[in-house]
């Protein structure tokens, strides 16, 4: 089964995930975005605990992403077709280090620790 859904979402098996991938980049470049920059921290504390971890170029370099995305937008502009051309949306900043919070936050549980973070509501 899991065989299947993974072959089924692979762009490079299935026309139909390449065409999806296809619409989504060119989506991302229009704004000068990357698909990690779409996390919002404020909806997974592990997103925003993986943002915490990252060096500090890094999470500058998303917010002026970012930024740029939301000046843009309200202009209802898109970025240049050279700069278009430049953008790589699909590399990726925060998937390693997030991977690495899931997995602690999974190891604690299995150990009955106390968790690093609670969402608590205001």
Sequence with gaps: MWWFLKSFLDPKKNPLAAM???SVSKRLRRYGLRYDDLYDPLYDLDVKEALNRLPREVVDARNQRLKRALDLSLKHQYLPEHLQKMQTPFRSYLQDMLA??????????????L???QRTIP
Excluded at 100 to 113: N, P
């Design 20 to 22: 999806h991938m296809k």
């Design 100 to 113: 690495l919070v899931k997995k602690e936050r999974a190891e604690r549980e299995a150990l009955g620790a």
């Design 115 to 117: 968790p690093l973070y």
